[in-house]
Structure formats: C-alpha cells, structure tokens
C-alpha cells in the first residue's frame, strides 16, 4: 500500500473543500441570477459586448 504524506493528504482535502465552496457559490449565484433574466427571450445577454462575449442562461429546471 502506498501511504502519502500528510501534508499531501491536507492538500488534497482542502482542494476538495475549495471545489465544494466553488460549486455552491456558482449555484447560488445561478439561484439568484435566473429569476431576473427570465424575461430575457432568447436566453442570451450580452456580457462583454465589445468582444462579442454572450452568456447562455438556461432554463431554471423545476423539481
């Protein structure tokens, strides 16, 4: 069996919590973005509109 270092393994752990923390920030901010653009119709905004960036926004799937 190959044993890492503890460090290693705190590395590990903190680069799972951190893409936990990422995760539920994007979710939190996709649950508080959504409402305010469902009246865009065809779910694109411009966000850089010099470069010609758009965002798509889907639909809020209903559970």
């Known amino acids: 069996m190959d044993r890492k270092p503890l460090s290693q393994s ?3 752990a903190a680069d799972i919590f951190e893409q936990q923390a990422i995760a539920e920030g994007y979710a939190d901010a996709s649950r508080f973005v959504r409402p305010l653009m469902r ?8 966000v850089g509109v010099m470069d010609g960036w758009t965002a798509v926004v889907p639909a809020l799937v209903e559970n």
């Open 39 to 46: 009246d865009i119709p065809d779910g694109l905004i411009a």
């Open 10 to 12: 705190i590395a590990d």
